[in-house]
Nanobody, 124 residues
Framework: QAQLVESGGGLVQPGGSLRLSCQIS????????MAWFRQAPGQEREFAAA????????YYSDSVKGRFTISRANTRSTGYLQMNRLRPEDTALYYC?????????????????WGQGTQVTVSS
């Protein structure tokens, strides 16, 4: 069974930056894509960003485009989410997710493996 380990969350002031990391191990097969989703209290888990593992092509939700950057380090089986110009509304539990097959990148139901979540709190 694949295992994902996330790190990098924390408390930051509005306008600040954080970098999340997610490493996958014991994956049988190849990664097609990795994504970051987030879930605020009382809300649905929503798509934030995804990266195609083979070529690094990135996709973003409108709410994070221009402020967040998703990337991956193939050799380390690790994905990242660089978050800049953070806002209070970015406060959420952030989850990384991996999938081995193509499909709708923004659909959480299509991801096979999930991290445990890391809390990001943006507050002064």
């Amino acid at each position: 069974q694949a295992q994902l380990v996330e790190s990098g969350g924390g408390l930051v002031q509005p306008g600040g930056s954080l970098r999340l990391s997610c490493q996958i191990s014991n994956l049988h097969g190849s990664t097609y894509a990795m994504a970051w989703f987030r879930q605020a209290p009382g809300q649905e888990r929503e798509f934030a960003a995804a990266v195609i593992w083979s070529n690094g092509n990135a996709y973003y939700s409108d709410s994070v485009k221009g402020r967040f950057t998703i990337s991956r380090a193939n050799t380390r089986s690790t994905g990242y989410l660089q978050m800049n110009r953070l806002r209070p509304e970015d406060t959420a539990l952030y989850y990384c997710a991996f999938r081995r097959y193509p499909g709708q990148l923004g659909s959480k139901d299509e991801y096979e493996f999930w991290g445990q979540g890391t809390q990001v709190t943006v507050s002064s």
